[in-house]
T-cell receptor, first 115, second 114 residues
């Protein structure tokens, strides 16, 4: 079946512009995660959605970052007034939220470059 | 607080030799542990997980990992390395009683030399 998809695959933007990154999770997965992978760094958790519950936003680095998940499926990560330090690969993952099938399935990522 | 340490940024091994990629973790409760692999220009692929039960976990592509509670380790192993195993490997942990997101190590780049 289809995996997690993300768009665009690459995005180059000028400092100060807003960007939107999209994630389509695996159908039926109730949990959706956004992570950021910077060069030489591990994955940094950003935000987590689970069903209709309020999202866990504890990983968002600043109020310029926001995300929403419409209809319990597609999610959009928005970065306002982008800065050069926002340049990274943004990864989306989804999972079933059951212990025995907990592994997260990752999309290919969106490479964001802020010039 | 949860954290994962991968003490080696780079591991080189000859093809056919056994390989080990090290991981230690810190959680306040009991852990769920995972290994993921990332090939160039690809997303992360799940390799294996420890949830409960046997400490030795077998996963994809012949990889296995051993959960050692006393040493808080979850090292990834393979008896005979292939050139195609060359990739970036990430260890991750989730606290059973904590947040739902995974905490990742900084990754270990494995290079298998022909």
């Amino acid at each position: 079946g289809a995996g997690v998809s993300q768009s665009p695959s690459n995005k180059v933007t000028e400092k100060g512009k807003d960007v939107e990154l999209r994630c389509d999770p695996i159908s039926g997965h109730t949990a959706l995660y956004w992570y950021r992978q910077s060069l030489g760094q591990g994955l940094e958790f950003l935000i987590y959605f689970q069903g209709n519950s309020a999202p866990d936003k504890s990983g968002l680095p600043s109020d310029r970052f926001s995300a929403e998940r419409t209809g319990g499926s597609v999610s959009t990560l928005t970065i306002q007034r982008t800065q050069q330090e926002d340049s990274a690969v943004y990864l989306c993952a989804s999972s079933e939220d059951r212990v025995e099938t907990y592994e997260q399935y990752f999309g290919p990522g969106t490479r964001l470059t802020v010039t | 607080a949860q954290s994962v340490a991968q003490p080696e940024d780079q591991v080189n091994v000859a093809e056919g030799n056994p390989l080990t990629v090290k991981c230690t973790y810190s959680v306040s409760g009991n852990p769920y542990l995972f290994w993921y692999v990332q090939y160039p220009n690809r997303g992360l692929q799940f390799l294996l997980k420890y949830i409960t039960g046997d400490n030795l976990v077998k996963g994809s592509y012949g990889f296995e990992a051993e959960f050692n509670k006393s040493q808080t380790s979850f090292h990834l192993k393979k008896p005979s390395a292939l050139v195609s195993d060359s990739a970036l490997y990430f260890c991750a942990v989730r606290d059973r009683a904590g947040a739902n997101n995974l905490f990742f190590g900084t990754g270990t780049r494995l290079t298998v030399i022909p």
